[in-house]
Structure formats: C-alpha cells, structure tokens
C-alpha cells in the first residue's frame, strides 16, 4: 500500500531535504529571517536602537520574540510602547509571551513562525555596525553549506538552518531558565552529524553581554 505524503516521517524530509540543500545552498539574503529575542528590562537601552539600526540596514523579515517577567504581570506601559515601536517598522512581528518562559521556547517559536528556512538569530544586547552584515552572513552561509553556524563563537548571534533543527530536533523547552540550551543543541548537533557546530568571525557585531549578566536581566530569575 502506498503511504500517504503525510504518514512519511518528518526525519525523512528532513534529511531529504538536506541532502539537496549540500549541493549547493545558493542562499540569497532576502531569505534569511531575523529573529531578536527581547524583554522589558532592555527596551530603551538596547532593543530599538538595535532595531532602528538593523532596518537602516535592511528589510528583512524581523520576528521578535517578547518574553515576560517570572512572578509578575506583564508591564502595561512596556506592551503598548512596545507595540507602538513595531508598527511604526515594516514587515517586523511580535510574538509576545505574557509570563517568563525559557530561552529555548523564545527561539524555537521564532523558527516555527518564521518564513524562511534560515533565521539569524540575535539577543537583543548585541549592537550591528555594519550596513554589509547580511550580506556577509549570507556570504557564511553558502561557504558553510547552508549548515547552521555561530558568529564570533558566540550563541548572542548565530545562524539557524530549520531543516537541521527538524532532523535534531527543536531547543530542549524543558530548559526553564536562561543557559544549557546552546550546549545542549551543541552536544546533539555532534553527536548527530559528527562535526562541530561552524564558526564565522564576521565584523560588525558589538556584544555587550558582558555588561548586561550583571543588569539588565529577568526579574526573579537566576542565571
């Protein structure tokens, strides 16, 4: 009996679909999404004049995922200046969580929601001063085969590739907090494909994660 396109398991597709892509990726810039992910206590600091300057930059898809406060409401005057901001930029989409969730959970929605198969994927406490810098992830990517890889060894911005992570499977949400997400997927990645996650030292990204582990983070929640 013929099986129906629907009853094929997903890792199947997911590994077909792989196996085209390393012939040649052929990625285009216009095709790659950018997901920030984001929460009250970086708004006015980090997130829009991050934002603000990515859309100097470009037009790509932008899909922010909005965490919320553990053992708290979520700020009324955060969400509507919030929303405020995003509407005022084209082909930008919120994806708000109400109370605190994972790290993990933040990132594996933006992939689900987003329209491409390839998301970069940023924290919010990261600056891009380079007008060319999606050109040069696009640039990384089909040099790395349309795999995923991290940008300056570091997880505050790397490149996702969907199909990868539908073979892997998704960020583990059991992760609560913030931390163990990148070494888990890390661990999975080698153990699946036998290599190590790629690198790309690409100029342009300002990390102030140094800065913000000691202030702007999460309220209730220890890292």
């Known amino acids: 009996m013929v099986k129906r396109f629907m009853d094929i398991p997903k890792e199947f597709i ?29 708004f006015e600091r980090y997130f829009v004049p991050l934002l603000k300057k990515i859309r100097e930059y470009v037009d790509n898809e932008i899909i922010v ?35 605190f969730r994972g790290l993990s959970k933040l990132w594996n929605s933006i992939v689900i929601h987003s329209t491409n198969d390839y998301i970069l994927m940023l924290n919010d406490d990261i600056m891009i001063n380079s007008k060319d810098f999606i050109k040069d992830v696009c640039l990384a990517l089909n040099r790395n085969q349309g795999r995923t890889f991290l940008i300056n060894r570091s997880w505050s911005h790397f490149l996702i590739n969907r199909d990868e992570l539908d073979d892997l499977g998704y960020f583990d949400e059991r992760l609560l907090g913030i931390g163990e997400e990148d070494g888990d997927m890390t661990w999975r990645y080698i153990d699946r494909y036998k290599r190590e996650i790629g690198n790309y030292k690409i100029k342009g990204f300002e990390n102030f994660a140094e800065d913000t582990v000691y202030t702007c983070k999460p309220v209730n929640i220890k890292t």
């Open 14 to 42: 997911a590994r077909t679909r792989l196996a085209f892509r390393k012939e040649s990726p052929c990625v285009k810039p216009e095709l790659i999404t950018i997901g920030i992910t984001t929460f009250e206590a970086r």
């Open 65 to 99: 995922g909005v965490n919320g406060e553990n053992n708290r409401e979520f700020n009324e005057d955060y969400r509507k200046g919030l929303l405020q901001f995003l509407s005022e930029k084209q082909n930008v989409y919120p994806i708000v969580f109400p109370r």
